[in-house]
T-cell receptor, first 108, second 117 residues
Framework: GQNIDQPTEMTATEGAIVQINCTYQ??????LFWYQQHAGEAPTFLSY??LDGLEEKGRFSSFLSRSKGYSYLLLKELQMKDSASYLC?????????WGAGTKLIIKP | GAVVSQHPSWVICKSGTSVKIECRSL??????MFWYRQFPKQSLMLMAT?????????EQGVEKDKFLINHASLTLSTLTVTSAHPEDSSFYIC?????????????FGPGTRLLVL
């Protein structure tokens, strides 16, 4: 079957770094998305990884290892506005398989 | 965990035809469901909020007569793209928060890829 796992909730301190992991087992893989979703809003695209390695985009970086079925989203210099849910989704055969999302709580 | 399904997974149709997309919550009830469009490597754009037993709420710029939404039961919402045109080709995704939980908890469907020729 298809399975994507992310931690349910994480807490971090403002100004710190946090890594949100996503592991997946899917039959087929085209790429992996990370989205940020604030409560009551539509998810916002953060990254799309197809190849192994780290992609950096400002304070956010995303890493993928296809052989290990593993990805992480790295958030640096955390700000209070980063408090949100972070969704990992695998694209396969033009479909998205969603993780349940990780609720990130930022404390001052 | 909660599962949301969509049918069909993908559809190709001729310009001018109508296409119906179903969104089902398989193991929970949802009084509200959300419909999104996604363009390649972009954010999900909320199109409308589907409310069971009442009219859908459409986002600004979304034509309600073109994108008909019906939320006839607590487990099913349908989106009908009427008189589809090539510019309607997109990836349509629904999500649903379980009735027993707040809107913060949403489960997403796998999406329906529509190609209008």
């Amino acid at each position: 079957g298809q399975n994507i796992d992310q931690p349910t909730e994480m807490t971090a301190t403002e100004g710190a770094i946090v890594q949100i992991n996503c592991t997946y087992q899917t039959s087929g893989f085209n790429g992996l998305f990370w989205y940020q979703q604030h409560a009551g809003e539509a998810p916002t695209f953060l990254s799309y990884n197809v190849l192994d390695g780290l992609e950096e985009k400002g304070r956010f970086s995303s890493f993928l290892s296809r052989s290990k079925g593993y990805s992480y989203l790295l958030l640096k210099e955390l700000q209070m506005k980063d408090s949100a849910s972070y969704l990992c989704a695998v694209e396969r055969d033009y479909q998205l398989i969603w993780g349940a999302g990780t609720k990130l709580i930022i404390k001052p | 965990g909660a599962v949301v399904s969509q049918h069909p997974s993908w559809v190709i149709c001729k310009s001018g035809t109508s296409v119906k997309i179903e969104c089902r919550s398989l193991d929970f009830q949802a009084t509200t469901m959300f419909w999104y469009r996604q363009f390649p490597k972009q954010s999900l754009m909320l199109m409308a909020t589907s409310n069971e037993g009442s009219k859908a709420t459409y986002e600004q710029g979304v034509e309600k007569d073109k994108f008909l939404i019906n939320h006839a039961s607590l487990t099913l919402s349908t989106l009908t793209v009427t008189s589809a045109h090539p510019e309607d080709s997109s990836f349509y995704i629904c999500s649903a928060p379980p009735r027993s939980e707040g809107l913060e908890t949403q489960y997403f469907g796998p999406g329906t890829r529509l190609l209008v020729l």
